[in-house]
């Protein structure tokens, strides 16, 4: 029986090609294994071969996202590949983030299974929990690249399982971190015993686990007031999906990942002025007729010139999000406000959908 045909995907680091310094590299591949891949393959034996690697530099990839993972398809396509494996990524963010991405899109894009393995409390995480597919599976590591040598194993053993086409059972049973899946099956108690039973549990202090998982969103802050709104630098964001003509930086209208700035610094509206709205979570119409509906250039200038604040900064922030995953979009607030403190801004107008 042929061996089931495995890309890995790595970064700049463990490919062997550089640190921090080259975490710009583009997208590239080599035949076989590299890094921790060639001990992978050791632990697969017979079950599965990879016959690719693919790597990216981590700053490439998470400012390069949708180019990065259509060139990572596009391998895995040329190569015949039957599975991914990417990491493990530990605690690096970056990497993490990464590695769940290309999981996604390659099993979106080709229907593969994914497996990848990281820290729980890698930002990767909340990226694969997002996204929730089925076929896609992250194992826990330690923080650090000292747990190698127990997270290969662990890695190796499960993707043998997936290349036998063994059934995959419930992530306490298999080890794998949970998406929040809620599977139907036989249980030998009634609802209200079982939440007794766990109720009773939780107040003797014992081990329980819930059936119904909750999930926690850190809170946003809120921002200090601007005392001297007079003497402040304003800037307009809007995730409306306002962007030029034709779409140029091809963002998407559904689960977007990335934001631009677009000048508007000669400008004193956006209405007749050549913008078009991409955005899968309303009716387009009357934003396309009047963009100053998602950035409203026409009051601000008019404030600007009545002296409210001092300056209209000359570029407005512009993202979209519907369905989004909120890590992802996470990313992009800080990613913007970044950007907006090195500008020298005292306050955003964002205007939502």
């Given amino acids: 029986m042929p061996k089931i045909r495995v890309m890995h995907y790595v970064n700049q680091f463990f490919a062997g090609i550089g640190g921090e310094d080259k975490a710009d590299v583009p997208v590239g591949h080599r035949q076989g294994t590299i890094g921790p891949g060639k001990r ?7 079950s599965a071969e990879i016959v690719v690697t693919a790597y ?13 993972t259509r060139a990572i398809v596009k391998i895995a396509q040329d190569h015949n590949v039957k599975m991914l494996v990417a990491g493990p990524a530990f605690a690096s963010g970056r990497y993490g ?31 694969y929990k997002q996204y929730r597919d089925r076929r896609v599976f992250a194992l826990p590591t330690t923080e650090i690249v000292s747990g190698m040598g127990e997270t ?29 899946f809620r599977q139907d099956e036989k249980a030998s108690k009634t609802g209200v015993d079982r939440a ?8 003797a202090g014992r081990p329980f686990t819930t059936e119904i998982p909750v999930e926690h969103l850190e809170a946003a802050p809120v921002a200090p007031r601007i005392v001297n709104i007079r ?14 003509q034709g779409n140029p930086d091809g963002f998407k209208a559904y689960r977007n990942n990335q934001w631009r700035k677009y000048d508007i610094s000669k400008l004193d509206t956006m209405k007749g002025t050549g913008w078009d709205v991409l955005h899968a979570g309303y009716n387009n119409v009357f934003m396309r007729d009047n963009p100053n509906f998602g950035v409203p250039l026409d009051a601000a200038r008019q404030l600007e010139r009545e002296g409210v ?32 403190k090195a500008e020298g801004i005292d306050g955003v107008l964002f205007v939502s959908t």
């Fill in 40 to 46: 992978l393959q050791e632990l697969l034996k017979d």
């Fill in 56 to 68: 990216c530099g981590d700053d490439y990839f998470n400012n390069h996202t949708d180019e990065a």
């Fill in 97 to 127: 983030f990464a590695c769940a991405e290309v999981c996604h899109a390659v099993n979106v894009s080709l229907g593969l299974d994914c497996v990848t393995a990281m820290h729980p409390e890698n930002p990767g995480i909340e990226t």
């Fill in 231 to 244: 003497g402040a630098t304003i800037t307009l964001a809007t995730s409306s999906g306002v962007m030029p």
């Fill in 309 to 340: 604040f001092a300056k209209l900064y000359p570029y407005y922030y512009m993202t979209t999000g519907v369905n989004a995953a909120i890590p992802v979009m996470q990313r992009i607030g800080r990613e913007m406000v970044t950007d907006m």
């Fill in 152 to 180: 290969l194993p662990r890695m190796a053993t499960f993707l043998a399982k997936l290349a036998a086409g063994a059934a995959i059972g419930p992530a306490a049973e298999e080890g794998y971190i949970p998406r929040g």
């Fill in 196 to 203: 007794v039973d766990m109720l009773l549990d939780k107040i």
